[in-house]
């Protein structure tokens, strides 16, 4: 480790991403669980020193039978990174902690459940419906509200679960709530046209909000991680229910075509506006080339390719009795926004993201090739990298950038709030940095008040490389000690 780890870090950084492509090469990886940091690297079977390769993000494991999908834990005590752990899991998309679980998602399906030291345990949570990645927690009574698209009961759904006895024919949109004790206490159902993709929704202390992009579950996946397509043309809708209705009370807005990944939070102001910051992208043009039966988001994944044909941005939504104004707060690109968990479902003034640049490569993981050309209907995105991290002032529109040099490439930002800290950006910055030129992983630890204006306050040098795309939880220790 270099610098110093501030003493208010007393707790677990867990992270989930893709399998790590080096995982077959690395000796960690492989045959262990456990590993206690500032030790010196393992050799592997011919006694060498174990190398990390810079190439590919997105390894092939379709084909070896293994997860694809690994949960990783840094333990930090006393000033200290004292532990890695980590564990296969067939989930990859999200990771959060719930009732003294963690828990782990795939993009749908159920989740997989791990105690803090990644033991697997049985889901206990009293779900027979898959639910989407993005599971909110609302800080002022820690319950944590999912969603689901479902599609399963129409004799032409392509979704891979099976419906249960009975369910009707159509397309629903799913909403629960787990209290705090990690209860299922309510749930509403909200019909749909179509079964569209839906990412991430935005929960306030009274309503939800979702967004219907135009798209649609695709008829064959192919194992794709984003089982959903484009329909150019179709409209795009913003719909909003209260938190305890019964899925009939939705007020529905047009919006100008668009995709949202990310919702970095959402507020209600004593108007009875509601005020939402999401991460938006274009959306396919009508009549632009593409390819059917292609993912809206090639396999590189979120945050490594442009959609649609564009990079996110973050911007405003305000959601009024009868419209949506919509305002960008910055030129710059961004993706896997976050802000401070104690404020989650109420009014923040600083956020956090990635911060994304094109890339000069183009994506191709869902563009067929036929004798070295591109097939005339497909899509080609180019490719995206991130290079920074960003902080934003949403009440008075202003960012500013933290960039960690030439080769390394940083990750979702966690935000940790000091113990004194009153404010949130009183508080550290924890990002997983790929270095390229090194070949192997960080933990970057940034003072957010002085973001921009100084170094890291620690840099913790991981045993093992991890894929960029992921997303991270922090737990501060006194919720599972």
């Known amino acids: 480790m270099e610098g110093a780890l501030p003493p208010d870090l007393q707790g677990t950084l867990f992270r989930i991403g893709p399998r790590s492509p080096w995982a077959l090469r690395s000796a960690e990886l492989k045959d262990v669980g456990e590993h206690e940091l500032g030790t010196a690297p393992r050799a592997d079977a011919a006694g060498s020193t174990l ?4 190439g590919s993000d997105q390894p092939p494991f379709a084909d070896t039978g293994l997860p694809l999908g690994a949960l990783h834990a840094v333990e930090f005590r006393d000033g200290k990174a004292v532990t890695y752990r980590w564990s296969e899991s067939d989930a990859d998309a999200s990771v959060f902690w719930h009732a003294g679980s963690v828990l782990a998602l795939s993009e749908t399906g ?10 697997p345990q049985d889901f206990a949570g009293a779900l027979s419906v898959p639910i989407a990645s993005h599971v909110h927690r609302v800080a002022s009574d820690g319950s944590r509200v999912l969603f689901a698209v479902d599609d399963r009961g129409r004799t032409d759904s392509s979704s891979p679960f099976e419906p249960p006895e009975g369910q009707p024919e159509g397309i629903w949109l799913r909403i629960g709530e787990w209290d705090a004790l990690g209860a299922l206490r309510r749930t509403q159902v909200v019909e749909l046209e179509r079964a569209t993709w839906q990412h991430d929704v935005a929960v306030t202390s009274d309503h939800v909000v979702f967004i219907e992009s135009p798209t649609e579950r695709l008829a064959h996946a192919g194992g794709r991680a984003v089982p959903f397509g484009w329909v150019p043309g179709a409209e795009c809708w913003l719909g909003v229910v209260p938190r305890d209705g ?108 990635v911060e994304e640049d094109w890339a000069d490569n183009v994506t191709g993981g869902d563009v067929a090739l036929r004798g070295g050309v591109v097939d005339p209907r497909a899509l080609v995105e180019r490719g995206a990298a991130p290079v920074g991290l ?74 093992v490389r991890l894929p960029l795309r992921s997303h991270g939880e922090w737990v501060p220790a006194d919720r599972y000690r």
């Not at 190398?51 to 810079?54: G, H, I, L, P, V």
């Not at 899925?247 to 102001?269: I, K, N, Q, Y």
Request: hydrophobic content about 35%.
């Open 51 to 54: 190398q990390t390769d810079a």
């Open 390 to 463: 960003l902080k934003f002032d949403v009440a008075r529109d202003e960012a500013v950038a933290w960039h960690p040099g030439p080769g390394r490439r940083p990750s979702e930002p966690l935000f940790v709030r000091a113990v004194d800290g009153h404010s949130d950006d009183e508080g550290w910055l924890m990002s997983v940095v790929d270095d390229v030129n090194r070949g192997t992983s960080d933990i970057y630890v940034l003072d957010a008040s002085s973001m921009g204006r100084r170094g890291p306050e620690a840099v913790i040098h991981l045993p």
């Open 110 to 119: 159920l989740p997989s459940q791990y105690s803090r030291l990644l033991e």
């Open 246 to 353: 019964d899925g009939v009370d939705v007020r529905w807005f047009r919006l100008d075509p668009c995709v949202v990944t990310h919702v970095l939070g959402a507020w209600e102001e004593e108007s009875g506006d509601i005020v939402v910051f999401v991460c938006r992208y274009d959306a396919l043009e009508a009549g632009r080339p593409y390819d059917p039966a292609g993912s809206v988001v090639p396999s590189q994944g979120v945050g490594l390719t442009s959609i649609g044909g564009s990079l996110g941005v973050l911007e405003r939504w305000r959601v009024t009795a009868d419209r949506v104004e919509r305002t960008q707060v910055d030129d710059r690109y961004v993706e896997y926004p976050r802000m401070d968990a104690l404020l989650e479902g109420a009014p923040f003034r600083y956020g956090y993201s």
